[in-house]
């Protein structure tokens, strides 16, 4: 599996999410600059990262989206290339307009920094199928601004497409996202973004191994 992890200025999850894809694939994947404007055209997946891209000015992911890069990730995300957006990966995914709503504020307006337990809610996905329905995982959040919203309408079609990919086990919700959505597909189940890491969950010395199947996942579909 050749993988692009996209590197912005402010990223800072870059090389965790590296070392999760190489121990599940055995095969390092290419960290890209921001600035590059284009991609290979045999990339199997590309990952953007946790972290604060431009600081977070203006709004998170604000201004990565309009990045040399993010013109290519689009267009390759349209036609079938498989996105994943963790964390400030996801802000930026909504703010390009591949996935729908927006990361708002978490509720408690403060910043949320510890192990949250989210449930899968579908398993039927290239990103997912290392999963059972309904499994429990255990998964870090580091976050000010995971507050997942967006209106009835678009999260009733989220909810009816099976398009919900992990929700906050109840009470559990570090943010206030609505519905206690983590993490949400595109149509095409093509793009997952989601606001915990994965990454920092696939090693016992890390406290969990709940994020590996989703990273072995990708490399059972896409290998």
Known sequence: ?????????????????????????????????????????????????????????????????????????????NNGTPVLGICNGFQILTETGLLPGALMRNASLKFASRYVRM??????????????????LVVPVAHGDGNYFADDATLDELEGEGRVAFRYVANDNPNGASRDIAGIFNAKRNVLGLMPHPENATDPLLGSTDGKPLFDSLVSALS
């Open 1 to 77: 599996m050749k993988a692009a992890v996209v590197v912005f200025p402010g990223s800072n999850r870059e090389h965790d999410v590296a070392a999760a894809l190489e121990r599940a694939s055995g095969q390092a994947p290419k960290l890209v600059w921001h600035g590059e404007a284009s991609l290979d055209d045999d990339y199997d997946l590309i990952v953007l990262p946790g972290g604060f891209s431009y600081g977070d000015y203006l709004r998170c992911g604000a201004m990565a989206a309009h990045s040399p890069i993010t013109r290519e990730i689009i267009h390759k995300a």
């Open 119 to 136: 449930r899968v809610e579908a398993a039927n996905t290239m990103f997912t199928s290392r999963y059972k329905p309904g499994q429990e």
